[in-house]
Antibody, heavy 122, light 109 residues
Framework: EVQLVESGGGLVQPGGSLRLSCAAS????????MHWVRQAPGKGLVWVSR????????SYADSVKGRFTISRDNAKNTLYLQMNSLRAEDTAVYYC???????????????WGQGTTVTVSS | EIVLTQSPGTLSLSPGERATLSCRAS???????LAWYQQKPGQAPRLLIY???SRATGIPDRFSGSGSGTDFTLTISRLEPEDFAVYYC??????????FGQGTKLEIK
């Protein structure tokens, strides 16, 4: 069974840092592009970042560029999101999602985890 | 950056009726890299449609997608009780960026 399990969320003060993890199982993790998507309470979905299969190419939403870093460890089947300089507006449920194995931005996030909650507040 | 605008914001229909949801892009979506998702309260989104018109694995054939360029449509031919949810369109791949529309809430009339 294909599964994505996020962890690492919690309460953090403004300006603080947090690292999210996403453990993947049930598929060949190293073949797939991966994404982070977030959803603030009562709001819509916002794409955050994506990484290609070997970690050599990344992209970010403007709202997190320079503060967040996506990475992956294919030996551990794990995706990460390092979040620095956190702001109140970063408060959200963060989902990891599996993209495609087509070698490009040719397939949308198709398998999603259940999310981990990040709250930025003093 | 491509901006996606979904309409209507809320759609009130009865089970058995046909639903038509719209997604308009601020510029042409390359290669029809347009997807549709369904999200129910407390759940992660579920991919319904990719490539503007291809159904994802396990999606019933009452869901269909169409369109190209800047105008896209998700149609649910005959609403089932479990179809009442929020629907999002998403464009993917434009300069490595992915953006979502603001969502359409499909509610029971």
């Amino acid at each position: 069974e294909v599964q994505l399990v996020e962890s690492g969320g919690g309460l953090v003060q403004p300006g603080g840092s947090l690292r999210l993890s996403c453990a993947a199982s049930g598929f060949t993790f190293s073949s797939y592009w991966m994404h982070w998507v977030r959803q603030a309470p009562g709001k819509g979905l916002v794409w955050v970042s994506r990484i290609n299969s070997d970690g050599s190419s990344t992209s970010y939403a403007d709202s997190v560029k320079g503060r967040f870093t996506i990475s992956r460890d294919n030996a551990k089947n794990t995706l990460y999101l390092q979040m620095n300089s956190l702001r109140a507006e970063d408060t959200a449920v963060y989902y990891c999602a599996r993209g495609g194995d087509c070698g490009g931005d040719c397939y949308p996030p198709g398998v999603w985890g259940q999310g981990t909650t990040v709250t930025v507040s003093s | 950056e491509i901006v996606l605008t979904q309409s209507p914001g809320t759609l009130s229909l009865s089970p058995g009726e046909r639903a038509t949801l719209s997604c308009r892009a601020s510029q042409s979506v390359s290669s029809s890299y347009l997807a549709w998702y369904q999200q129910k309260p407390g759940q992660a989104p579920r991919l319904l449609i990719y490539g503007a018109s291809s159904r994802a694995t396990g999606i019933p054939d009452r869901f269909s997608g169409s369109g190209s360029g800047t105008d896209f449509t998700l149609t649910i031919s005959r609403l089932e009780p479990e179809d009442f949810a929020v629907y999002y369109c998403q464009q993917y791949g434009s300069q490595g960026m992915y953006t979502f529309g603001q969502g359409t809430k499909l509610e029971i009339k």
